[in-house]
């Protein structure tokens, strides 16, 4: 591969990086926003008109905050911590189909850094990836309740992994592929997959929110139990680290699900008005927006929920992972592999 055949593809990494970093920069002004809606005030109101400059304000308070690292901490691991969790929130969204093809100066490209055949599991290996980082941070702070709120995160992850791959395994069953890029072609036509698989989507659903520490299952943070989790000890950046993958998972998670059951960048009328333009980029342009706007109603839709439904305790947490979840992701899995034998037959 010569150099010149790189430039599309690190031209999408750095847009993919640009937009990612400004959607997690904004989404916590969005979430202020909708707290504030919910709990009936203003929210942010004073940088700029309507607060629009606030995610900028904090974003300098927290490079200009004081740099704490603990005496007793292993101050390696403790800076690694954050890094690990970040670079792992960054690295899942490579896999995920952006949009369709999209010519220029008579080329075609995709809106796709890399098209894996194994593109679900790398997401899978990714995220497992990301634990470590909170549980490298828990532990390098030498903090008996952020070890604790460490050891809360990593078996709630994997507890939830567990339900999560088996509502993916229905889903394979029924797209026959584990692309995504393939898996989006097959939702063409408004055949989305969330018609074929709603159980599966619901139970993928609650494992994201386990998966991204959100309420209710925010249990890694409980401050009333744990001070403020695995990152207690966190200041400055490295808090902001922290508190940007949270966002940057939020809005993955949202893109992985638009991509695997809301069809992706597919749209009802986009054959009509490929016909009707004979435009391949503007329909691919539409399609991006539309992708988008699916996502941001997963944005949405996480940050109603934290402001609405009191968080679990941490035994029904474990409760609902392996005696409702697990047990209902096998048979969503027998009941898919019935419907496929009968409807085949």
Excluded at 33 to 38: E, R
Excluded at 234 to 259: D, H, P, R, W
């Amino acid at each position: 591969m010569d150099f010149f055949s790189l430039i599309p593809t690190v031209v999408l990494i750095v847009i993919l990086f640009g937009v990612t970093m400004l959607i997690a920069l904004y989404s916590t002004f969005a979430e202020r926003k909708v707290a504030a809606f919910m709990q009936d005030r203003l929210g942010p109101n004073r940088a700029g008109p309507g607060g629009i400059f606030q995610p900028l304000a904090d974003g300098l308070k927290m490079f200009t905050k004081e740099e704490f690292i603990p005496i007793a901490s292993n101050k390696f691991l403790f800076v690694m911590g954050p890094c690990v969790a970040m670079i792992a929130a960054l690295m899942t969204g490579v896999v995920i189909p952006w949009g369709g093809m999209i010519s220029f100066n008579n080329k075609s490209y995709a809106l796709q850094i890399v098209d894996l055949d194994i593109g679900i599991l790398y997401i899978f290996a990714v995220v497992s990836i990301g634990i470590y980082g909170i549980m490298i941070g828990g532990w390098a702070s030498n903090n008996k309740f952020s070890l604790m709120g460490a050891i809360r995160a990593s078996s709630q992850i994997i507890s939830y992994e567990l339900s999560m791959g088996l509502a993916i395994i229905a889903l394979i069953m029924t797209t026959g592929t584990l692309s995504l890029h393939q898996i989006v072609q097959q939702q063409h036509g408004f055949h989305w997959n969330i018609f074929y698989q709603p159980v599966g989507f619901l139970i993928f659903l609650i494992c994201a929110f386990a998966e991204t520490n959100r309420t209710p299952f925010d249990l890694p943070e409980c401050e009333t139990e744990l001070v403020g989790g695995f990152h207690t000890e966190y200041s400055s950046m490295k808090l902001g680290f922290y508190l940007f993958s949270e966002y940057i998972n939020m809005f993955i998670s949202g893109a992985v699900m638009s991509t695997l059951y809301f069809g992706g960048y597919n749209f009802p009328f986009m054959d009509n008005l490929l016909q009707a333009t004979g435009s391949q980029n503007l329909v691919t342009i539409i399609g991006t927006g539309f992708l988008f706007m699916k996502i941001f109603f997963f944005i949405f839709f996480f940050m109603w929920v934290r402001w609405t439904i009191p968080r679990f305790r941490y035994d029904q947490l474990m409760n609902l992972g392996w005696k409702g979840l697990i047990p209902l992701g096998i048979f969503w899995i027998v009941a898919t592999a019935a419907g496929l034998l009968f409807f085949r037959n």
